[in-house]
């Protein structure tokens, strides 16, 4: 089955830039799809399509995906950005939905 | 507003059943796949099942494949995960969540843009 493979954790400074990557084997082949997660709440969807952003996110949060890796970007973050981070795609050659293990986003 | 609410959670011994329910509103329920996601105690996502609009099309993680049932009733807007022989590894808080899904170009996309906000399965002895 397909494996995504996310840093354990991520630091960072306020009003820096985080990046947090998605690894899998020719990744750039697949729509990517991140999500945020704070302590004791649900998730959230931050980018689907490798780079598009919902309604109501930051402008602050962008995406990539090229080759074997995605990138989750989060510019000039702010204290309020520390959560777990997953990134998702579809393995659609065994019709699975298939998450990486995350990573955590510590703002210092 | 897109609200999904999930019940049925509780405490049940191994090898027990219990059925979580997810009752959605604020969008036309029948034109949307539907997934349930897993998340053990201090550990990541997991993706469960899926079910397609229509309820015709199911999908499973192999770890709950031939114990798990997805299902949904489109007349009252409701979404099932029926589980069956539970076992301690069950044990998460559950999900659901409103999908979306298509083509893009050569690729098929698949994605959850609405999030419950979950409910508690103990599996204990």
């Known amino acids: 089955s397909y494996v995504l493979t996310q840093p354990p954790s991520v630091s960072v400074a306020p009003g820096k830039t985080a990046r947090i990557t998605c690894g899998g084997n020719?990744?750039?082949?697949?729509?990517v799809h991140w999500y945020q997660q704070k302590p004791g709440q649900a998730p959230v969807l931050v980018i689907y399509?490798?780079?598009d952003r919902p309604s109501g996110i930051p402008e602050r949060f962008s995406g990539s995906n090229s080759g074997n890796t995605a990138t989750l970007t989060i510019s000039r973050v702010e204290a309020g950005d520390e959560a777990d981070y997953y990134c998702q795609v579809w393995d659609s050659s065994s019709d699975l939905v298939v998450f990486g293990g995350g990573t955590k986003l510590t703002v210092l | 507003e897109v609200q999904l609410v999930e019940s049925g959670g509780g405490l049940v011994q191994p090898g027990g059943s219990l059925r979580l329910s997810c009752a959605a509103s604020?969008?036309?329920?029948?034109?949307?796949?539907m997934s349930w996601v897993r998340q053990a105690p201090g550990k990541g996502l997991e993706w469960v099942s899926a079910i397609s609009g229509s309820g015709g099309s199911t999908y499973y993680a192999d770890s709950v494949k031939g114990r798990f049932t997805i299902s949904r009733d489109n007349s009252k807007n409701t979404l099932y995960l029926q589980m069956n022989s539970l076992r301690a590894e069950d044990t998460a808080v559950y999900y659901c969540?409103?999908?979306?899904?298509?083509?893009?170009?050569?690729?098929?996309?698949?994605?959850?843009?609405?999030w419950g906000k979950g409910t508690t399965v103990t599996v204990s002895s």
């Open positions: 969540a409103k999908d979306s899904s298509g083509w893009r170009g050569m690729d098929y996309y698949y994605y959850m843009d609405v």
């Open positions: 399509y490798d780079s």
């Open positions: 020719n990744i750039g082949s697949k729509s």
């Open positions: 604020g969008f036309t329920f029948s034109s949307y796949a």
